[in-house]
Nanobody, 119 residues
Framework: QVQLVESGGGLVQPGGSLRLSCAAS????????MGWYRQAPGKERELVAR???????NYADSVKGRFTISRDTAKDTVYLQMNSLKPEDTAVYYC?????????????WGQGTQVAVSS
């Protein structure tokens, strides 16, 4: 069974930094792409950053220049480095893996990790 386990969330002051980690139970190259999404209270879940198997990355406009997605294939882990955090970055952050199996695109999700940006 595929599992994605996030860690690294917490409370940070505006302007601070956090690094989120997402450890996969299978090789991350088994996924066509992996990404980070977030969901704030009362809002829909939105894409934050995504990296494909071929290393193409894309980011939400709101985080460009502040967040960086990366991966460590030896550890089967994807990271989200978040700098210059703002109160509006407060949300539950979810790791996502897209896997194409048997002609079907399947999405896998972690349990989420809370990020709170507040003074």
């Amino acid at each position: 069974q595929v599992q994605l386990v996030e860690s690294g969330g917490g409370l940070v002051q505006p302007g601070g930094s956090l690094r989120l980690s997402c450890a996969a139970s299978i090789s991350i190259f088994s996924f066509n792409a992996m990404g980070w999404y977030r969901q704030a209270p009362g809002k829909e879940r939105e894409l934050v950053a995504r990296i494909t198997r071929g290393s193409t990355t894309n980011y939400a406009d709101s985080v460009k220049g502040r967040f960086t997605i990366s991966r460590d294939t030896a550890k089967d882990t994807v990271y989200l480095q978040m700098n210059s955090l703002k109160p509006e970055d407060t949300a539950v952050y979810y790791c996502n893996g897209e896997r194409f199996l048997e002609a079907t695109m399947r999405n896998y999700w972690g349990q989420g990790t809370q990020v709170a940006v507040s003074s």
